[in-house]
């Protein structure tokens, strides 16, 4: 069974420009989450989409945004970027809410630089 | 709301010996806890998980935890470390709303031969 898949694994940008990030979640998964890692901040949450829908999301500016489509697969936008910004972003999937247990499986994240 | 904290940010432990990895959970209803591992440069993977069955819960590679709900912690243990266990830990609670799992700080931890 493939895991969740991350793409692209590092990407660097410069200050201003939009970066995109995707994820395709394991089969069956109908719940994304991303989360940034950054140097000394540790796993900070910031969004959550289920069934094509945002449930949920961090305390983050709006130039965070993302979608999920109809397969499941998100996609995290990140606009006018900061260097602050510069960090592990890791996607997420589980089963859809209500099936227990929400069991986060990880993929092994995209690193953005912005210089 | 809930919330995990990890005591020590950093553990160094000789191969061979015991490792105790610290976690205190804060939740007002019964909290789902779990232990994810992650090693350079990778993402986070499941270690073990708390779901209100039995207390103590095995997990992958000769882990363990142990709920204690009068002590509201959810220590990580393993009897013997091995090199291959280094690597930084992360303790989290299941927030009931918004389906998300709140991450503690982590702990690095270091394993010397």
């Known amino acids: 069974e493939a895991g969740v898949t991350q793409s692209p694994t590092h990407l660097i940008k410069t200050r201003g420009q939009q970066a995109t990030l995707r994820c395709s979640p394991i089969?069956?998964?109908?719940?994304v989450y991303w989360y940034q890692q950054a140097l000394g901040l540790g796993l900070q949450f910031l969004l959550w989409?289920?069934?094509?829908?945002?449930?949920n999301r961090g305390n983050f500016p709006p130039r965070f945004s993302g979608r999920q489509f109809p397969n499941y697969s998100s996609e995290l936008n990140v606009n006018a970027l900061e260097l602050e910004d510069s960090a592990l972003y890791l996607c997420?999937?589980?089963?859809?809410?209500?099936?227990?247990?929400?069991?986060?499986?990880f993929g092994a994240g995209s690193r953005l630089t912005v210089l | 709301a809930q919330s995990v904290t990890q005591l020590g940010s950093h553990v160094s432990v000789s191969e061979g010996a015991l490792v105790l990895l610290r976690c205190n959970y804060s939740?007002?209803?019964?909290?789902?806890l779990f232990w994810y591992v992650q090693y350079p440069n990778q993402g986070l993977q499941l270690l073990l998980k708390?779901?209100?069955?039995?207390?103590l819960v095995k997990g992958i590679n000769g882990f363990e935890a142990e709920f204690k709900k009068s002590e509201t912690s959810f220590h990580l243990t393993k009897p013997s470390a091995h090199m291959s266990d280094a690597a930084e830990y992360f303790c989290?609670?299941?927030?009931?709303?918004?389906?998300?799992?709140?991450f503690g700080a982590g702990t690095i931890l270091r394993v010397k031969s």
């Open positions: 708390y779901t209100s069955a039995a207390t």
């Open positions: 089969s069956g998964h109908t719940s």
């Open positions: 989409y289920d069934e094509g829908e945002e449930r």
């Open positions: 989290a609670v299941s927030v009931t709303t918004g389906n998300k799992l709140v």
């Open positions: 997420a999937s589980s089963l859809p809410p209500g099936s227990g247990a929400n069991v986060l499986t």
């Open positions: 939740s007002s209803v019964p909290p789902y």
